[in-house]
């Protein structure tokens, strides 16, 4: 069974730095890109950043470029965000998708999500 | 960036109803299309990608279409357990988009 775990949401103020992680299971990591997905309570859904299998191709949503960075560590599994200059507008649930491939197919799985706020 | 205009923003239907949601791409996206369901308070479920292909799993009175770059996401007999917010997702072209979302609602 495909599991994909986020952590490292909180609250954090304007301007501040924060660092999401999301551990993967149940599949061949390294064999698929991966995706956050970001949705600010009671809105629609925004995708954030891409990555494929071998970080070869690096994608951004334009509100995030240049503040965010995506990363991964096939060895461990794992997804990374960290996202620098938080405004309040980067308040939102942030999801790890995982793709069906490794070069950007399509989503087909989520994690439960976590919730970052942007707040003084 | 590719634009996703989807319509209508929300809808009420009767259960047993047929009901169509529309997304238009502002570009050519091949059939780099999928379409999600999120129920409140759930995390999305993929429906159908590739503009027409089921998930496994997923009732048959759900299909997709393409025409152009106009794709329709169509509930052939609405049930109760389909009323959720329903959105469509371009994956053609870094950055990847969504549209605005459809909610369907009980009339």
């Known amino acids: 069974e495909v599991q994909l775990v986020e952590s490292g949401g909180g609250l954090v103020q304007p301007g501040r730095s924060l660092r999401l992680s999301c551990v993967a299971s149940g599949f061949t990591f390294g064999d698929c890109s991966m995706h956050w997905v970001r949705q600010a309570p009671g809105k629609g859904l925004e995708w954030v950043s891409g990555?494929?299998?071998?970080?070869?191709?690096?994608g951004y949503a334009g509100s995030v470029k240049g503040r965010f960075i995506v990363s991964r560590d096939n060895a461990k599994n794992s997804l990374y965000l960290q996202m620098n200059s938080l405004r309040p507008e980067d308040t939102a649930f942030y999801y790890c998708?995982?793709?069906?491939?490794?070069?950007?197919?399509?989503?087909?799985?989520w994690g439960q999500g976590t919730l970052v706020t942007v707040s003084s | 960036d590719i634009q996703m205009t989807q319509s209508p923003s929300s809808l009420s239907a009767s259960v047993g109803d047929r009901v169509t949601i529309t997304c238009r791409a502002s570009?050519?996206?091949?059939?780099?299309l999928a379409w999600f369901q999120q129920k409140a308070g759930k995390v999305p479920k993929l429906l159908i990608d590739?503009?027409?292909s089921l998930q496994s799993g997923v009732p048959s009175r759900f299909s997709g279409s393409r025409s152009g770059t106009e794709f329709t996401l169509t509930i052939s007999s609405l049930q109760p357990d389909d009323f959720a917010t329903y959105y469509c997702q371009q994956y053609n072209s870094y950055p990847w988009t969504f549209g605005q979302g459809t909610k369907v609602e009980i009339k």
């Open positions: 590739k503009a027409s």
């Open positions: 998708t995982k793709d069906r491939g490794r070069e950007n197919e399509g989503i087909d799985h």
């Open positions: 570009q050519s996206i091949s059939n780099w």
């Open positions: 990555i494929t299998w071998n970080s070869g191709t690096i």
